[in-house]
Nanobody, 124 residues
Framework: QVQLVESGGGLVQAGGSLRLSCAVS????????MGWFRQAPGKDREFVAA????????RYADSVKGRFTISRDNAKKSVYLQMNSLKPEDTAVYFC?????????????????WGQGTQVTVSS
């Protein structure tokens, strides 16, 4: 059984920073693709960032490019999302996702395992 547990969310002022963490347990992690998605009230879940199984390839949504950075630590079986220059429109529940596939993916359908989400609120 694979489990993903996010942490690091909270309330921050616009322009501030937060670092989200996702701890993975239950199976081999180092070769799995990982992603971060977010869902605001009344909206669909949307792609934020992804990292391939090897860790060298990353991809970002245009809305966060240049502000957010995804990374992974295979020894700690964790993936991170560093969020800088936060904006009120970044307010959402952020979800960590994982899948056995290695190739990078931006669609929710390509991820089998999901965390419970962590709330990020950016005040203006």
């Amino acid at each position: 059984q694979v489990q993903l547990v996010e942490s690091g969310g909270g309330l921050v002022q616009a322009g501030g920073s937060l670092r989200l963490s996702c701890a993975v347990s239950g199976r081999t992690f180092s070769s799995s693709r990982m992603g971060w998605f977010r869902q605001a009230p009344g909206k669909d879940r949307e792609f934020v960032a992804a990292i391939g199984g090897g860790g060298s390839i990353t991809r970002y949504a245009d809305s966060v490019k240049g502000r957010f950075t995804i990374s992974r630590d295979n020894a700690k079986k964790s993936v991170y999302l560093q969020m800088n220059s936060l904006k009120p429109e970044d307010t959402a529940v952020y979800f960590c996702a994982a899948d056995e596939g290695q190739s990078i993916a931006t669609s929710t359908a390509r991820y089998k395992y999901w965390g419970q989400g962590t709330q990020v609120t950016v005040s203006s």
